[in-house]
């Protein structure tokens, strides 16, 4: 237990939040690592009495955590478990700098339920939310955003919710051959080994939401395909859900290429960093141009997420914020 959860009682009590029924490690996590968090931001203190969690401190900062905390409660009731990151983007979407209150926070529908898991993947973010909504709507969706905002998990959750409504027959996963500043060519092994590499991503945010020998037998029947960028070529896939990731790695070509690709009852969802780009200085970066030439195309959908919708280790919005801040500066020189 934290200090300040020892001395709550020297605080004047300002609230409390009903926790009856609930699982409070889900809602406080472990070792009470959510309510110190909490206590750090507003400098009060949080502690479990019976049915309640009763809020100390000054009044103004009582009031934003009051709200933040009701939030987190009705998320767990959801089936949420609750861990620092979620914790963090729901204090945020109720303040702004000083602590002055922003608004409701935001817990959105359950779309899936993970491996081994009676837990709902949901998601944590308004633009998250408007994420899903725009694949929802509209067969060609571009999600662009910096790392960690969950533009390839919620594609690929999205994925396996059309496949299981049978809206679609297969899943394909592509992504373009574009090394980050590594020659990789000379790896050993077949061509599948080669690629593997490159799709090690899409089949880490596969394994997060079913098992390995799920995803082993989905592989073995055909219905989850990855495959190269360069090995759509001359396709037509019909009734699929066609995720390209890193597409900021794709020629202007490229993603035409790609986009027509596109058959009967199917969607297409494109992600990627236009702040990442590994091409060649001389190549167009299709993800950057795209938007200029599709941005009024009907049934075409951009979503643009951002700092605030970053969802990984607190850290990472604080590394990203730090090379914005520094590519700022070099332009400026």
Do not use: C
Request: aromatic share 6%; charged share 25%; glycine share 10%.
């Amino acid at each position: 237990m934290s200090d300040s959860l020892k001395n709550g009682s020297s605080l004047k009590e300002q609230g409390r939040v009903s926790v009856e029924g609930l699982e409070l490690l889900n809602l406080t996590g472990p070792q009470d690592a959510n309510l110190r968090f909490l206590e750090n931001r507003f400098g009060g203190a949080l502690v479990v009495r019976g049915d309640s969690l009763v809020i100390s401190g000054d009044r103004d900062g009582s009031a934003v955590v009051l709200k933040v905390l009701s939030d987190l409660v009705e998320r767990v009731r959801q089936g949420q478990l609750m861990d620092e990151a979620a914790v963090r983007v729901a204090w945020e979407q109720h303040t702004v700098g000083d602590g002055v209150p922003q608004g409701t926070g935001h817990a959105g529908e359950p779309l899936l339920f993970a491996a081994g898991s009676r837990m709902a993947v949901r998601t944590k973010t308004p633009g998250q939310q408007e994420y899903v909504d725009a694949v929802r709507r509209d067969d060609v969706v571009f999600s662009i955003g910096p790392a960690g905002t969950g533009k390839t998990f919620l594609a690929v959750v999205m994925a396996m919710e059309y496949l299981k409504q049978q809206l679609v027959d297969r899943i394909v996963l592509v992504r373009p051959a574009v090394e980050a500043g590594e020659q990789l060519g000379f790896l050993p092994g077949d061509l599948q080994d080669k690629i593997n590499p490159y799709l090690r991503p899409l089949f880490d945010a596969l394994s997060d939401i079913m098992g390995a020998s799920q995803i082993s037998r989905y592989i073995a029947s055909g219905v989850i395909e990855a495959s190269p960028l360069a090995y759509m070529r001359g396709r037509t896939l019909n009734n699929s859900f066609v995720i390209l990731d890193e597409a900021q790695n794709t020629t202007v070509g490229q993603m035409k290429m790609f986009l027509t690709r596109l058959g009967f009852q199917s969607k297409a969802v494109i992600t990627g960093d236009i702040t990442q780009i590994d091409l060649d200085v001389r190549d167009k970066s299709g993800l950057v141009h795209v938007q200029e030439i599709l941005g009024e195309t009907e049934g075409v959908s951009f979503v643009e997420l951002g700092g605030a919708d970053i969802v990984r280790h607190p850290l990472v919005r604080r590394i990203v914020d730090a090379f914005e801040a520094a590519g700022i500066e070099s332009e400026n020189i």
